[in-house]
């Protein structure tokens, strides 16, 4: 058992003393651009998060368009509303959403 610790602090030692023998600071550069790296991808990261729950709000809104757009579809058939009677501006109002189609 004494031996094993004997050699682990030998190894030690060892991994001390070669660090020691980067004298010319690469280590350090070396860190700081792991570390800049890995700050740029965080950013990219939470950039993409940002970007995933806009699509998911604009999705939801694209469905929820489609919903209104199918009732006030299916309430202008109900309605029975006599289409010909309206003038095109009418109409295209309706279809733009900037008019009600039943009273």
Known sequence: MTMKIGIGLLLAASVVSLS???SK???KLADRVENAADN???TMESQADALRNEAKM???RAENTRDYAEDRAD???AADVN???MSQEQRDAIVA???AAVR
């Open 58 to 60: 604009l999705d939801k």
């Open 40 to 42: 740029r991808a965080d």
């Open 97 to 99: 959403n900037q008019a």
């Open 75 to 77: 309430a202008i058939k």
């Open 20 to 22: 020691a023998c980067n």
């Open 83 to 85: 289409a010909s009677a």
């Open 25 to 27: 600071g690469t280590d």
